[in-house]
């Protein structure tokens, strides 16, 4: 085995839960889980936010994830999240050991969709 199969090989295994569907990501240690689940397309935003956030600064708490088994956390918000049971934010999350997260389904004020077939006023109530 060579230096670079090894450092190939050094990789940790992130489960992600979206719905019934689990998805195994092989994340480089030291990421944040944030741009771990960007880069495999498993976004913890809303549509919303997906475009209007902090870019991983930790101020914006939107990309608010559940941390089903992993490492404590370490950053205030985090702390208070794990405390109190909210979502932890996963750009604070540093990916050093296998976990299991969960992504959250997001409801933006504004931004839920309504469905047309069983939307008596359909797709036009959703400007108001
Ligand atoms: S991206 Fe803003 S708090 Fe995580």
């Given amino acids: 085995m060579t230096a670079a199969t090894a450092d190939e090989d050094a990789t940790v295994e992130v489960v992600v839960v ?8 092989a994340v480089e240690p030291g990421r944040t889980l944030r741009n771990a689940l960007l880069d495999a ?26 941390v089903r088994t992993g490492p404590e956390p370490d950053h205030w918000h985090d702390q208070l999240a794990a405390r109190f049971g909210y979502p932890r934010l996963s750009c604070q999350v540093t990916v050093d050991r296998p976990m299991t997260v969960e992504l959250v389904d997001k409801h933006v004020w504004g931004g839920r ?3 047309a077939d069983t939307d008596p006023d359909g797709p036009r109530s959703r400007s108001r």
Avoid: I, K, W
Avoid at 18 to 25: F, I, Q, W
């Fill in 18 to 25: 979206d719905g019934d569907d689990r998805h195994v990501l």
């Fill in 41 to 66: 397309d498993h976004s913890p935003y809303a549509s919303l936010t997906s475009r209007f956030n902090c870019g991983g600064r930790g101020v914006c708490a939107t990309c608010g994830v559940r």
């Fill in 113 to 115: 969709e309504q469905n």
